[in-house]
């Protein structure tokens, strides 16, 4: 086809390894120290992860923020209304996957989504800025606008009709919680002999950890 491009680059995986020793029993303990060190590391938006959901067509993804890990899962925020919500709400099965190119590593997760507390969307929406909960209020996320100046236009309605007073979280906003059944940790190495754990959460609860050839 016109303007067939070709890929050649390749990047040699020689920054750290990953043994079991090192990576332990407890896949969130793992996570959250690789989180920590993406964010020394300088990597930007180091809590981006690429969210895909199954829609009644069609699989889907998008990049979304974490913004909190917990004994539950993987917490984000978002319009109840939009594609990724919706598609949660008809089928809770969902796939995470972040990754840091200066660390040269990768986790995938898989899991279950569900709509956390009101109390604790409530609480996490009061922190955020101003401008960014009347965003909340003036789009309906994902729906067809006809221009930019709509949006702007319905921004500032919302400024107005809030000014001088607190903004409430809209009923249709809030977060949700990906419950993870299953983690995989990708460290890459040379040769491309990658180190793969892989952990599966188990019916009690617990969690058995595996070794994946790369």
């Given at each position: 086809?016109?303007g067939?491009?070709?890929?050649?680059e390749?990047?040699?995986?020689?920054?750290?390894?990953?043994?079991e020793?090192?990576?332990g029993?407890?896949?969130m303990?793992?996570?959250s120290a690789?989180l920590?060190?993406?964010?020394?590391?300088?990597?930007p938006?180091?809590?981006a992860?690429?969210?895909?959901?199954?829609?009644a067509?069609?699989?889907?993804s998008?990049?979304?923020l974490?913004?909190?890990?917990?004994?539950r899962?993987?917490?984000?925020y978002t319009?109840?209304n939009?594609?990724?919500?919706m598609?949660?709400?008809?089928?809770?099965?969902?796939s995470?996957?972040?990754?840091w190119?200066?660390?040269?590593r990768?986790?995938r997760v898989?899991g279950?989504?569900s709509r956390?507390?009101g109390?604790?969307s409530d609480?996490?929406?009061?922190?955020r800025?101003?401008a960014?909960?009347?965003?909340?209020?003036?789009?309906?996320?994902?729906?067809?606008?006809?221009?930019?100046?709509f949006?702007?236009?319905r921004?500032?309605?919302w400024?107005e009709?809030?000014?001088?007073?607190?903004v409430p979280r809209?009923d249709?906003?809030?977060?949700i919680?990906?419950?993870?059944?299953?983690i995989?940790?990708w460290q890459?190495?040379?040769?491309?002999l990658?180190?793969?754990?892989?952990?599966?959460?188990?019916?009690?609860?617990?969690?058995?950890r595996?070794?994946?050839?790369p």
């Amino acid at each position: 086809m016109e303007g067939e491009r070709t890929i050649t680059e390749r990047n040699e995986y020689e920054r750290s390894s990953l043994s079991e020793e090192e990576a332990g029993q407890d896949p969130m303990h793992l996570f959250s120290a690789w989180l920590d060190a993406a964010e020394r590391s300088g990597q930007p938006d180091h809590g981006a992860m690429v969210l895909s959901t199954v829609g009644a067509a069609s699989l889907s993804s998008r990049v979304v923020l974490l913004r909190q890990i917990d004994d539950r899962g993987f917490i984000f925020y978002t319009n109840y209304n939009s594609r990724k919500a919706m598609d949660l709400e008809r089928d809770p099965r969902a796939s995470l996957n972040f990754f840091w190119p200066a660390l040269q590593r990768q986790v995938r997760v898989e899991g279950k989504a569900s709509r956390i507390s009101g109390e604790e969307s409530d609480a996490y929406f009061a922190d955020r800025p101003r401008a960014s909960q009347i965003g909340a209020w003036s789009s309906d996320q994902s729906r067809v606008t006809g221009d930019r100046a709509f949006l702007e236009a319905r921004f500032k309605r919302w400024s107005e009709r809030f000014e001088g007073k607190p903004v409430p979280r809209p009923d249709h906003w809030g977060g949700i919680v990906v419950r993870p059944v299953r983690i995989e940790f990708w460290q890459g190495r040379a040769s491309r002999l990658h180190d793969r754990l892989v952990y599966e959460r188990l019916s009690g609860g617990a969690w058995e950890r595996i070794r994946l050839q790369p």
